[in-house]
T-cell receptor
Framework: KQEVTQIPAALSVPEGENLVLNCSFTDSAIYNLQWFRQDPGKGLTSLLL?????REQTSGRLNASLDKSSGRSTLYIAASQPGDSATYLC???????????FGSGTRLQVQP | NAGVTQTPKFRVLKTGQSMTLLCAQDMNHEYMYWYRQDPGMGLRLIHY???????AKGEVPDGYNVSRLKKQNFLLGLESAAPSQTSVYFC??????????????FGDGTRLSIL
């Protein structure tokens, strides 16, 4: 059974810092990996999706990498802003599965 | 473009009552999903559908039923509500093309409390 872990559970940084959020998964036979953002009381917004054949994806100040062999993905946020404060979740789609397995998320607070 | 719409947004039920949560998507997506989110546990899949008229069990299906009579709608039913079903319920939809499975789009959730 796939298990997805995100460490740390919470993170507080001053504005302007570059930061890395970590995601690890136990079964490397994945189809793709997706990073989401969730604001309090809201649904999930897709940030980046990395197919299993890809190593990284970039969108603006966000960069996500994928290392299947080690079962890890990182989300890099450059020049963090208070508006980046949210919970970030990673989710893995396994081969043969049509749905996602989620991590518990990292709650990020960017201090002005 | 509304995306994924969930109704109701909030609901309080008494133990033993039944209710139906509605999810509607206007993106013509084939795949639809119901998740529940509990503190510290991430999202867990309840049921999903790969097309109109088809449904399948997810990780935590007990106590729930679903129906997909129309492509754009996915209903989640609680047959006899229990306090353990207090949670935030999310619906999502997605599709697949030549590039593979595409990102899931989520609704804003239904906050359900069972007393």
């Amino acid at each position: 059974k796939q298990e997805v872990t995100q460490i740390p559970a919470a993170l507080s940084v001053p504005e302007g810092e570059n930061l890395v959020l970590n995601c690890s998964f136990t079964d490397s036979a994945i189809y793709n990996l997706q990073w989401f953002r969730q604001d309090p009381g809201k649904g999930l917004t897709s940030l980046l999706l990395i197919q299993s054949s890809q190593r990284e994806q970039t969108s603006g100040r966000l960069n996500a990498s994928l290392d299947k062999s080690s079962g890890r993905s990182t989300l890099y946020i450059a020049a963090s802003q208070p508006g980046d404060s949210a919970t970030y979740l990673c989710a893995v789609r396994g081969t043969g599965r049509r749905a996602l397995t989620f991590g518990s998320g990292t709650r990020l607070q960017v201090q002005p | 473009n509304a995306g994924v719409t969930q109704t109701p947004k909030f609901r309080v039920l008494k133990t033993g009552q039944s209710m139906t949560l509605l999810c509607a998507q206007d993106m013509n997506h084939e795949y639809m999903y119901w998740y529940r989110q509990d503190p510290g546990m991430g999202l867990r899949l309840i049921h999903y559908s790969v097309g109109e008229g088809t449904t399948a069990k997810g990780e935590v299906p007990d106590g729930y039923n679903v129906s997909r009579l129309k492509k754009q709608n996915f209903l989640l039913g609680l047959e006899s509500a229990a306090p353990s079903q207090t949670s935030v319920y999310f619906c999502a939809s997605s599709y697949r093309d030549s590039g593979g499975y595409q990102p899931q789009h989520f609704g804003d959730g239904t906050r359900l409390s069972i007393l």
